[in-house]
């Protein structure tokens, strides 16, 4: 049973970084892709960054591109999000993802998911 967990999240204020954690259990995430979405309140889930397992491809959504990076750890299935630069307008709750399929920003390309970390950045 694939089990993802964030960690990192919290309050920050506008122009700081944090950095969110995702630790993947349960399976061999060698051929995964392993993505970040946020949510805001009263908004849709939206697509944030999304990495290749074995390739180290990556993908961003336009918002977040040049503040936040993506990344493997060193630990065994473990994925980083480092946010950067960050604005109000960055406050959401924060879920992990896994997919089976292709590196995608689409919510319905992703099988697993994690429960969320809330990050919230004040003005």
């Known amino acids: 049973q694939v089990q993802l967990v964030e960690s990192g999240g919290g309050l920050v204020q506008a122009g700081g970084s944090l950095r969110l954690s995702c630790a993947a259990s349960?399976?061999?995430?060698?051929?995964?892709?392993m993505g970040w979405f946020r949510q805001a309140p009263g908004k849709e889930r939206e697509f944030v960054a999304a990495?290749?397992?074995?390739?180290?491809?990556?993908f961003y959504a336009d918002s977040v591109k040049a503040r936040f990076t993506i990344s493997r750890g060193n630990a065994k299935n473990t994925v980083y999000l480092q946010m950067a630069s960050l604005k109000p307008e960055d406050t959401a709750d924060y879920y992990c993802?896994?997919?089976?399929?292709?590196?995608?920003?689409?919510?319905?390309?992703?099988?697993?998911w994690g429960q969320g970390t809330q990050v919230t950045v004040s003005s």
């Open positions: 990495l290749s397992w074995s390739g180290g491809t990556t």
């Open positions: 993802a896994a997919s089976t399929r292709g590196i995608s920003g689409a919510l319905e390309g992703y099988d697993y």
């Open positions: 349960g399976r061999t995430f060698s051929s995964y892709v």
